[in-house]
């Protein structure tokens, strides 16, 4: 009879040669190590596989491959689930890192604290190359589950990273993934989730998420499965009504259509907000664009500031 480990770590790939190892070397490195790795390989066609055949990873009876016909990302998600066996599951996404005791401060927290279902966690969003964390990093930190869904429903803020920082105890009635959506799978599965579940956030910047600049505010499809959302969940539970969740999605497709330079479809976006009687977002909505972009420089800029006094200090030091 196989053990049964504390901590399942489900990770879908498709097309994930290029940081997989990476990925797979950050849960290796966690401090608790009672876990399994659930890796589902959702019909790859670039050269994952070899890559993970030569690097030893696989060699560890920890670490669980599977490979199906490509279905997407939430289809190989409730695959993995159904596969897992540990007393807790983590999502972690191909090209995401864990600090090193991510999964040790979640499952103390849970254990802890028996009436909480689920934890999410700070994290880190920025670019970086392969191993390294750059310099442009903002760190995402809401105040609770509530603040955190207000802002991601509204446009305000980031979303939960549901993909890495989620952390939840396994029950015979599992959440799934809708697999007719896309970039909202984790929105939409967050939402159902907590209809009856307890889900705090734990306050600790432990998940580094990689900025691949093609997100949904980006992708009509995308904004369009937003507003569908809306209008399928009791949104005022966080005190965002479904008017204003549409006002938002509108306000960015505008912004969308401006940076492609498309003045009908921005100029159509901005006859919704009317229509909605929402007009102010087509103000409202670009400065809060430009803000989050000056307040990025700005932050970009302190920090660069801040290590090159250290190292120059640290120079001077050795001299």
């Not at 055949?53 to 695959?79: L, M």
């Not at 807790?88 to 864990?98: G, N, P």
Request: with cysteine; glycine share 6%.
């Amino acid at each position: 009879m196989s053990r049964t480990p504390l901590v399942s770590v489900v990770i879908p790939t498709f097309n994930g040669a290029q940081f997989i190892l990476n990925t797979l070397d950050s849960v290796l490195r966690q401090s608790l190590s009672d876990w399994e790795i659930v890796l589902v390989i959702d019909g790859s066609c670039d050269d994952t596989v070899d890559v993970l055949d030569s690097s030893g990873f696989v060699k560890d009876p920890r670490i669980r491959v599977f490979s199906t016909a490509n279905q997407g990302v939430s289809a190989a998600r409730n695959f993995g689930m159904i596969k897992a066996r540990g007393q807790f599951l983590a999502l972690m996404d191909h090209d995401d890192l864990w600090h090193e005791r991510k999964l040790e401060l979640q499952t103390q927290y849970l254990l802890a604290n028996p009436e909480v279902d689920a934890c999410l966690t700070w994290f880190l969003i920025g670019r970086s190359t392969r191993r390294t964390i750059g310099l442009r990093t903002h760190l995402v930190n809401p105040k609770n589950y509530q603040s955190m869904m207000a802002g991601w429903l509204s446009f305000k803020s980031f979303g939960g990273l549901v993909s890495s920082s989620l952390m939840f105890r396994i029950t015979d009635n599992v959440t799934q993934f809708d697999l007719e959506l896309s970039s909202n799978a984790d929105l939409d599965f967050i939402l159902r989730y907590s209809l009856d579940k307890n889900i705090e956030i734990l306050p600790s910047p432990i998940v580094f998420y990689r900025d691949a600049s093609s997100g949904m505010h980006f992708n009509p499809s995308s904004m369009a499965e937003f507003v569908r959302i809306s209008h399928t969940f009791p949104s005022e539970m966080f005190g965002v009504s479904g008017k204003k969740m549409v006002a938002a999605a509108s306000g960015h497709q505008m912004i969308m259509f401006l940076a492609k330079k498309n003045l009908v479809g921005s100029l159509i976006q901005v006859r919704e907000l009317m229509r909605l009687g929402c007009i102010h977002y087509a103000v409202y909505v670009p400065f809060l664009v430009f803000r989050k972009r000056f307040l990025s420089w700005m932050s970009f800029i302190v920090n660069s500031a801040k290590i090159k006094k250290l190292w120059n200090e640290q120079k001077r030091n050795q001299n």
